[in-house]
């Protein structure tokens, strides 16, 4: 066991609350979730940078050391890797998103070129036992909430935001919807569902106003699959519900037909019976379409209303409507319009609490 001064820790460790200097073992498991501790080794002129347990971002550079996790990533627009089947002091290993994910690189996306290189100095031990100093290995389910299967949202309506891919808009309409319902006296809360690790998004519609927010990785989950998105989601949504909020927005990370589990979300009958309205984030009319046929025909779900770059302008908002026969309305420009489209969806009152005179 040896210490080691951290300059930067990942923020997909939040759930460990580590401080700055830590203790590190040459006995790692090659387990996601697992904290290791790794020390960088090139430099990057993009996608360089690492989100921290405050939400800010810090430029990484050749020779820092920080604190990341073990897991996989199957992105669409950004890397693709998976977690080693072992692990050892002074293996390299490669950063796979700007929240601390590290593991073997798979396939490179040309527009953010080689990710960082990383020599892994060691599991970081967590000593959870009190006045004693017996060291565990460093995990993110560790001060994480625990994943159920129980799903009670206690009659609070839930918007579920989707999207035609990554990067088509999802989290500036779920950003939007939260603005909007606050300006109106509304109590919001919100999280995202699927996806890897990165609190960015929850942070920004925390700035729009959301009284509470979750991530999955606030449950232990570094990347979800098919396999615990359905629970992910149940966690999150009786979570929130327990703080009492007049509506819940629900953003499922990646697309429609990603492998981050957002199919399976979708085909859970329960967690399918909270949506009281589902906005389809879409990059073109194409995918605008094609989202609100896959939303149809495979989930069984009503598309309420349709945003993203699809609708960055009336040509499109206009080919959307007509093609889809469901109101295009855009996040950017026009949140209060798609506000009043997700509020008539979802039987509420335009005017929330506030205008009506009620306590905010």
Not at 71 to 97: E, I, M, T, W
Not at 101 to 110: F, I, Q, R
Not at 226 to 232: I, Q
Request: aromatic share 4%.
């Amino acid at each position: 066991m040896r210490s080691v001064f951290l300059d930067k820790i990942g923020s997909v460790t939040m759930n460990c609350r580590l401080s700055r200097e830590v203790r590190l073992t040459d006995e790692i498991p090659a387990l996601e979730g697992g904290v290791v501790a790794v020390r960088v080794m090139t430099s990057k002129g993009n996608y360089n940078q690492l989100e921290l347990p405050s939400g800010r971002f810090s430029k990484v550079k050749p020779g820092d050391v920080a604190a990341v996790a073990l897991g996989h990533r199957k992105a669409l627009f950004g890397y693709s890797g998976h977690v080693p089947a072992s692990v050892a002091v002074g293996d390299r290993l490669q950063l796979l998103n700007l929240g601390g994910v590290l593991g073997v690189c798979d396939s490179v996306n040309p527009d953010f070129g080689e990710p960082f290189q990383c020599e892994v100095l060691g599991q970081v031990l967590a000593f959870p036992f009190l006045a004693q100093r017996i060291g565990v290995p460093a995990h993110i389910t560790q001060g994480a909430i625990a994943l159920s299967d129980r799903l009670d949202v206690k009659g609070v309506p839930v918007i579920a935001v989707v999207g035609s891919s990554m990067n088509a808009g999802k989290t500036a309409a779920a950003c939007a919807l939260v603005q909007a319902f606050s300006h109106r006296g509304f109590v919001v809360a919100a999280a995202k569902a699927t996806g890897v690790s990165l609190r960015r998004d929850i942070l920004a519609m925390e700035d729009a106003g959301a009284r509470k927010t979750l991530l999955f990785t606030d449950l232990g989950i570094v990347t979800t699959t098919a396999e615990v998105a359905p629970r992910s989601a149940r966690t999150l949504l009786t979570e929130l519900a327990s703080s009492g909020p007049d509506v819940i927005v629900l953003e499922l990370g990646d697309g429609l037909l990603g492998l981050y589990g957002v199919d399976a979300i979708l085909n859970d009958l329960g967690l399918r019976a909270t949506f009281k309205a589902v906005v389809l984030a879409a990059s073109d009319p194409v995918a605008a379409w094609g989202g609100v046929q896959l939303l149809q025909d495979r989930h069984g779900l009503r598309t309420d209303v349709v945003t993203g770059p699809a609708t960055d302008n009336d040509a499109g908002t206009v080919l959307v409507q007509r093609q889809t026969n469901v109101p295009g309305r855009n996040a950017r420009s026009d949140g209060d319009g798609l506000a009043d489209v997700v509020l008539a969806a979802l039987g509420l009152p335009i005017a929330g609490p506030l205008a009506q005179g009620g306590t905010p």
